[in-house]
């Protein structure tokens, strides 16, 4: 079994950043890939970016040149950092792991993001 938990949601203005960082604890082996989903009021869950062991990585097009994921192996750790954000990035940012055929095995408990016009 492996438990995620994120930190570092907030409320920013737009234009400034974020970081968020999940750590994985438990059965870590299995954790790959890992990546970031966010969910805004009223719309439905969408991936925003993952990365392998190996470092690679993809972002969804409403994100890239803004957000950077980047993972620490030897701390079981996955960051986002937001950069440039805009009120359509407000949401809970999900921290997931671990894909199957029907999505992430793992998730986290999610943290809130805010951006105020």
């Known amino acids: 079994q492996v438990q995620l938990v994120e930190s570092g949601g907030g409320l920013v203005q737009a234009g400034g950043s974020l970081r968020l960082s999940c750590v994985a604890s438990g059965s870590t082996f299995s954790i790959n890939p890992m990546g970031w989903y966010r969910q805004a009021p009223g719309k439905q869950r969408e991936l925003v970016a993952t990365?392998?062991?190996?470092?690679?990585?993809k972002y969804i097009d409403s994100v890239k040149g803004r957000f950077t994921i980047s993972r620490d192996n030897a701390k079981n750790t996955v960051y986002l950092e937001m950069n440039s954000l805009e009120p359509e990035d407000t949401a809970v940012y999900y921290c997931a792991a671990a894909w199957t055929v029907s999505g992430p095995r793992y998730w986290g408990q999610g943290t809130q993001v805010t951006v105020s016009s």
């Open positions: 990365i392998t062991s190996g470092d690679r990585i």
